[in-house]
DNA sequence: GTGAAAGCGCTAACAC
DNA sequence: GTGTTAGCGCTTTCAC
């Protein structure tokens, strides 16, 4: 007995109520031209009649190519990644394409199995946000796909496309209107410095407080995890400080909601007690009252860019890697306002 | 000329460097009996070593099969199905399958494209919120796949496994609690009757107003869109009642995001004008001040039980179709109060 | 126990 | 212009 039959109209089919070989019928289907019109118009006819679809593993045994990209984020629940899902598939789908979208839980290990597990779907392409941009081998795993574009991540050895937000406009901007407003003692929470994210928020951070001549304590400039437990933990510690911070920038919106939910637990008030600045605007930031100031990215154009760059390279997969960069602003909307002492000694209990 | 060679290392040259046939090696590597327990040592070795990985579009050719499951929502940007995706991803990827995700726009035309397209692609199963339970033809186009769940939809004609969330339960209870504390108009703004979620709330609504002897005013019921825009709307349109409602549920998060909008742009207080209650619990609830008083479920158990549903069927293909109730709860927690004169007239400016 | 060979549905070289 | 044919990598008879 022979495999089972999956797809139920083979282009055989099609090819013998048409009354041609299958390769004509295939070449028709293709749009290959030295087909006569009056043969291609059969074809096609017969084609939509029965509904015939080409067997996509079929297709791919044969060209290599499967019309399928993968999506690998940490986690595609963050409203964040979710967002950059969503306008990519907007981008990918109408030309054929399908997403595959993978969780690295922001864990190298995990990373590396999954892009093993996606390379045997030999998928076309990849927009991948590496977990670390120095892990060990990831320039030849990146090399198992025909075409990767990385999401806000860089690696200078590598040559590969990528799409990258300008963060350090954003924040530089931030920290210029705090510090216009009487800020002087202001701390940063980022994230993990194996992404880039965090690492240009943290050199932009000690630069620009240099340069203005703000407070330069290295307990107010904290590296660490991207998530929501080490946000109220850092908002936590940062408080407790001798002398605490006026102003305080969450470096994206995990870290932001541990912060929001660490200053509502220590009943500080903003911008009464405490200004703050986000990075990313999320319904969190948009809906607060005030309205939290926020560094403010087009999430939406940033998946765009990613698929343009991906079928830009499937299309010539020689072509010089590209780096795309998209802007970042800062936006003040009522979460800082002028250092109070009451409010530094109420953050201070 | 051939077609590409695209994986990198084949069964074949397996099979030759263990010095045994591909058929041999093949029954290896799909742990089948009869072999040598010394000759399968020597080809797991050599698999392991080479760093074998079985195109899995070949194996798809022969077996019918891809380890793919498709995830079909309105909305991948949504929170609730970001959080659906990846506890389903949670739950699949462990077990061999990878996720693929499309989203629908709650547009019925586009989801009968996007199933179409996935057919093609051989998907071993399918996750569909559907958008419109009474589609036409949607149940010969569930049968295209081998093993379909249904995510909180329901359709009676087709022996379908479904999820579904007992949306009465936690709503009977809130509007309970709003009656407890004074509430006589209550107002819920639903979404599409399409969809079970809403029709499950707008029946449940009708039956506990009456039941509770409140005002059974028609106005106060709204169907609708399930947008920001139209929660927006709604609110908009019945505050502006000469008899304004002294509660207002939401039917999901997203008309829940356009109620705060609006209510905020009124200028109302939660709860000292008006009492609020929103279907599904998000950032926006939790991190509101007081939080806000919510229907929950667990939107991760809806996800993973979903995936646990598909496996099953595809296991036993022709086992009876299961339907799973989650249970969904009302959660007070501070965004209702008994109904003031003050609010009402505050409400109605 | 193991190997040879057929064939899944398709595309592309080659012959006519 | 069109048909014949080979073969992508794999699983599965069937023969030994």
Redesign the interface.
Same mark, same amino acid.
């Given at each position: 007995m022979g495999?089972?039959t999956?797809?139920d109209v083979t282009l055989r089919e099609v090819a013998r109520q048409a009354g041609v070989s299958v390769s004509t019928a295939s070449r028709v289907l293709n749009d290959q031209p030295f087909v006569r019109s009056e043969v291609r118009e059969r074809v096609m006819l017969v084609s939509r009649e029965l509904g015939y679809?080409?067997?996509?593993?079929?297709r791919?045994?044969?060209? #290599?190519t499967?019309g399928?990209i993968a999506l690998v984020v940490s986690?595609?629940?963050?409203?964040l990644f979710?967002?950059i899902?969503?306008s990519a598939?907007?981008a990918l789908?109408p030309r #054929?394409y399908?997403?595959?979208?993978?969780?690295s839980s922001n864990d190298p290990a995990h990373e590396e199995e999954?892009m093993?597990?996606?390379?045997?779907?030999?998928l076309d392409g990849l927009v991948i946000a590496v977990a670390d941009e120095g892990a060990a081998g990831l320039r030849e795993r990146l090399e198992w796909f025909q075409a990767v574009v990385l999401l806000d991540r860089e690696i200078p050895s590598a040559r590969v496309d990528c799409v990258l937000s300008d963060h350090a406009t954003g924040l530089a901007e931030a920290i210029g209107h705090l510090a216009s407003i009487g800020h002087s003692r202001i701390a940063l929470i980022a994230g993990t410095t194996a992404q880039r994210g965090s690492r240009v928020r943290l050199a932009t951070f000690r630069r620009e407080v240099r340069r203005l001549g703000l407070d330069q304590d290295q307990e107010l400039c904290r590296a660490g995890e991207l998530t929501i437990d080490d946000g109220y933990r850092a908002v936590t510690e940062i408080l407790a400080m001798a002398r605490p911070p006026t102003a305080l920038i969450a470096g994206n919106n995990q870290l932001f909601?541990g912060m /929001?939910?660490a200053l509502?637990d220590l009943g500080v008030s903003i911008p009464r007690d405490l200004s703050v600045v986000a990075c990313e605007d999320?319904?969190?930031t948009a /809906?607060h009252?005030p309205p939290l100031d926020v560094v403010r990215r087009d999430l939406a154009e940033l998946g765009r860019e990613a698929s343009e760059l991906l079928l830009a390279r499937l299309e010539s997969p020689r072509r010089r890697a590209r780096r795309v960069v998209l802007s970042t602003r800062f936006e003040s909307r009522g979460s800082s306002a002028p250092p109070s002492r009451r409010g530094r000694r109420k953050a201070l209990r």
């Open positions: 495999p089972p999956v797809t679809r080409p067997d996509v593993a079929a791919s045994m044969r060209t #290599g499967t399928a986690d595609i629940s963050n409203p979710a967002t899902a969503k598939d907007e789908s #054929g399908s997403l595959m979208v993978a969780n999954l093993a597990a996606l390379r045997q779907r030999r909601a /929001f939910s509502r999320t319904e969190l /809906f009252n």
